[in-house]
């Protein structure tokens, strides 16, 4: 029982010191706009200056016009629909009395930038990204993707 104990504590340390040294982190982006909001939410490794995971984040306010309300469903609809089976990208949408809001998490090791049957099924998906994500030596770029996307005048969160 001892031994069991005292390499589970072992273990339990190891894992500790593992996860002390990862250099991954985050970094938020926000756009706002009149009946909109937009986060983007970079998962990096700051050492190697690569991006894991990009997360967007969109909230519709629908409290002030209902035909926007149904516009906005429909397009969100669709892109979700052209989303479908799309490797390395995972959605949730949800719709309130007050907000309409779809969220995408693109896992940037899964996600094929160059695949023509997805881009073709999924343009406004593959847009996004292109805009979102930049590549520099066969690896996504936290810094070139930083720079990019504040030219679409996100806001960095601090």
């Known amino acids: 029982m001892k031994k069991i104990f005292k390499l589970s504590i072992l273990l339990l340390g190891a894992l ?3 996860l002390g040294c990862s250099q991954e982190t985050k970094s938020e982006f926000v756009l706002q706009k009149t009946a909109s909001k937009t986060t983007l939410t970079y998962v990096y490794d700051k050492e190697k200056d690569s991006v894991s995971k990009l ?10 016009n209902e035909q926007y309300t149904e516009a906005v469903r429909s397009q969100r609809d669709g892109i979700v629909s052209e ?3 799309i490797e390395g990208v995972t959605y949730t949408k949800k719709d309130d009395n ?4 779809l969220t995408i998490e693109v896992d940037v ?4 930038f160059d695949d023509e049957a997805s881009r073709k099924k ?3 998906l593959y847009n996004t990204v292109n805009a979102a994500l930049k590549k520099k030596d066969n690896m996504v770029s936290y810094q070139l993707s ?3 996307i504040l030219e679409y005048e996100f806001k960095e969160v601090k």
């Open 98 to 101: 007050n907000y309409i809001t």
């Open 16 to 18: 500790f010191v593992l």
């Open 83 to 85: 989303m479908e089976g």
């Open 55 to 64: 997360t967007m984040n969109i909230i519709y306010d629908i409290t002030k």
């Open 122 to 124: 999924a343009p406004t």
């Open 109 to 112: 090791n899964k996600f094929k």
């Open 146 to 148: 930083k720079e990019a």
